[in-house]
């Protein structure tokens, strides 16, 4: 089993929608979790970064750890053309200085 | 780009044929990486390295093999490239630390095609 699973979509939402993407992990002993986006030929970019459990806002959006059935979730307000992207979910697991990264959700916003 | 380059950006080979693809860094961090990125697999790590001359294999290091003579450059290289060793392969970089060693800043890719 993966250490980290995403469902790869893609999702198409419209301007203005709440967009919702989710990933699942395997060992309840994992504490860091973070979201990364990529756009179109581009390297992955630090989105969001969360410890524990809990929300993590910033701006349009919050990062959403649930330790009890060992769910992430990114959840995107108003969103917007320019947010169209792959969201990768990751965690360094129980490893030093190394992550695992979900299949990443290819999501387009049109206006 | 957090100082990091790749080269070549892109690449054509045939099978067969050796094939090294170089990350490059100014920000003088510990850790190096290499990954391949696949549709409907997501970033894989292929190789890192925690130091100079200190590196270890990943998830799919199969068919490569990683140098770093110096922190500021990673190799990796393909020795006989195959088919499916096509991907777009990324270089990343970071620092331990209390929350720092789980940020990796990466580099801008390398599109690789085997023919």
């Known amino acids: 089993q993966k250490e980290v699973e995403q469902d790869p979509g893609p999702l198409s939402v419209p301007e203005g929608a709440i967009v919702s993407l989710n990933c699942t992990y395997s060992?309840?002993?994992?504490?860091?979790f973070m979201w990364y986006r990529q756009y179109s030929r581009k390297g992955p970019e630090l989105l969001m970064y969360?410890?524990?459990?809990g929300n993590k806002e910033d701006g349009r959006f919050t990062a959403q750890v649930d330790k009890s059935s060992k769910y992430i979730s990114l959840f995107i307000r108003d969103s917007q053309p320019s947010d169209s992207a792959t969201y990768l979910c990751?965690?360094?697991?129980?490893?030093?200085?190394?992550?695992?990264f979900g299949q990443g959700t290819i999501l387009t916003v049109h206006p | 780009d957090a100082g990091i380059t790749q080269s070549p950006r892109h690449k054509v080979t045939e099978t067969g044929t050796p094939v090294t693809l170089r990350c490059h860094q100014t920000?003088?961090?510990?850790?190096m990486y290499w990954y391949r990125q696949d549709p409907g697999h997501g970033l894989r790590l292929i190789h890192y390295?925690?130091?100079?001359?200190?590196?270890d294999k990943g998830e799919v290091s199969d068919g490569y093999s990683v140098s770093r003579s110096k922190t500021e450059d990673f190799l990796l290289t393909l020795e006989s490239a195959t088919s499916s060793q096509t991907s777009v392969y990324f270089c990343?970089?970071?620092?331990?630390?209390?929350?720092?060693?789980?940020?990796?800043?990466f580099g801008p890719g390398t599109r690789l095609t085997v023919l």
């Open positions: 990751a965690t360094p697991g129980t490893s030093y200085g190394k992550l695992t």
């Open positions: 390295s925690y130091g100079v001359k200190d590196t």
């Open positions: 990343a970089i970071g620092e331990q630390g209390v929350r720092s060693y789980n940020e990796q800043f």
């Open positions: 920000e003088n961090h510990r850790y």
């Open positions: 969360t410890y524990s459990s």
């Open positions: 060992n309840s002993a994992f504490q860091y």
